[in-house]
């Protein structure tokens, strides 16, 4: 469950960008390569609902929108065994 703020609203507007706060789940955390199939699969179907939930949230207009596009440093498969 997110935290509110003090206004009771679970969703902050703060420098121009839009939170939403969590607190830390109790664990350790896994790399990637460290968890099993059902694992990796859990936790794709996991983020797989939570980026569903924001791009509601986005159509509603209670976050901005998304960007058309988006660009990130990708490691390549190579560098990802080396490392």
Do not use: N
């Not at 703020?5 to 839009?18: F, Y």
């Not at 109790?26 to 939930?53: C, I, M, N, P, Y």
């Not at 998304?66 to 080396?82: G, H, I, L, M």
Request: hydrophobic fraction near 45%.
């Amino acid at each position: 469950m997110p935290l509110h703020t003090d206004s009771l609203a679970l969703v902050a507007e703060v420098g121009g960008g839009v939170w939403c706060l969590f607190p830390w789940a109790a664990g350790t955390h896994l790399g990637g390569v460290d968890l099993s199939l059902s694992q990796a699969a859990s936790l794709g179907a996991h983020l797989g609902r939570l980026h569903e939930g924001l791009g509601r949230a986005c159509d509603r207009g209670l976050l901005p929108a998304v960007p058309e596009t988006v660009t990130a440093d990708v490691t390549t498969p190579e560098r990802a065994v080396e490392k």
